[in-house]
Nanobody
Framework: QVQLTESGGDLVQPGGSLTLSCAAS????????IRWHRQAPGKQRELVAS???????NYIDSVKGRFTVSRDNTKNTAHLQMSSLSPEDSAVYYC??????????WGRGTQVTVSS
């Protein structure tokens, strides 16, 4: 069992930066792919970025060059560094640890609001 807790969400001005953190408890963190999803009001949840157990990162086109996903297996944490934020980035951001359909864990989310 893995429990995930996101933190770092905040109100930030357009063009600003924010770093989200995902703290995991439980065992086997290093084996999981860590995914960051977001869901804005009235929109479907979307996968924004992911980092594999082998440390390979992937991003959706709209955040490439602005977001950076990382992980620290020694601390059971993952981070999503976000820069050049725009109002379109406003959403609840969720951390997801995925290994298989059976081992698929989610945090409760953290709110990011980009507004002047």
């Amino acid at each position: 069992q893995v429990q995930l807790t996101e933190s770092g969400g905040d109100l930030v001005q357009p063009g600003g930066s924010l770093t989200l953190s995902c703290a995991a408890s439980g065992s086997g963190f290093s084996f999981f792919s860590i995914r960051w999803h977001r869901q804005a009001p009235g929109k479907q949840r979307e996968l924004v970025a992911s980092i594999s157990a082998a440390n390979n990162a992937n991003y959706i086109d709209s955040v490439k060059g602005r977001f950076t996903v990382s992980r620290d297996n020694t601390k059971n944490t993952a981070h999503l560094q976000m820069s050049s934020l725009s109002p379109e980035d406003s959403a609840v951001y969720y951390c997801n640890a995925f290994l298989s359909a059976e081992y698929d864990y989610w945090g409760r989310g953290t709110q990011v609001t980009v507004s002047s």
